[in-house]
């Protein structure tokens, strides 16, 4: 936590969006077009049904590929304005006990257990004799850049729903669509289970189970 900015001091560069991030916001664009290309077929038919249905999903998933993004720099925002208040505390409260308290408070669950007062002390020191920090928080090049990343992953989710609708007719373009969400889901599993260090398959046939199951659950209640 010497570093409030998040940038790494060893000079490694680490992905602007971390495996789950780009899995999740990719679920999410599939499952708002499978939503859209629904209501839109079970109310349309005649020629370009299937062009409709297209830059419908398309239109939705740009909406909201663009407020994901939005939200995703309020986040970091707001997530790196609360660090930067308790490294600001930290440094300038001269009672090391009270330090270690404000630092311990920041830990979750089981974090709470594995780190000692010992260690704690040595992070508040290392924050204490930060001298440089940034009045308020800020956004660089690398957020924004993530925040791109986020737009474009929940539009990319519109094309294996959505575009078998302008190559096919209606019904054999719906059983494309399907069959490309299904095979988009498993991988979507297969990539979490392998960062989770589980199960690639067991995870995939999860993420394929609870995405269809979701889906239909979202179309039901009105979605």
Known sequence: MANPSDKASDGSREPVLDPVDR??????GLFMALTFVGAVSATTDGPDAGRLMFYT??????????????MYLVRTLTERGRRLRLALAVRAD??????????????DGVMRTLVTDAELEAVRARMAGLHELPSKPGLDARDWLAAAAVFAIVVLGTFPVALPFLVFEPEPALVVSRVLTLVMLFGCGLALGR???????KSGLVMTVLGVALTAAIIALGG
């Open 57 to 70: 999903a398309l239109g939705c998933n740009l909406a909201w590929g663009l407020a994901d993004a939005v």
């Open 94 to 107: 001269p009672d090391a006990a009270r330090g270690v308290r404000r630092l311990r408070d920041e830990l």
């Open 23 to 28: 899995v999740c916001e990719l679920c999410f």
């Open 195 to 201: 960062h989770a260090g589980g199960g690639g398959w």
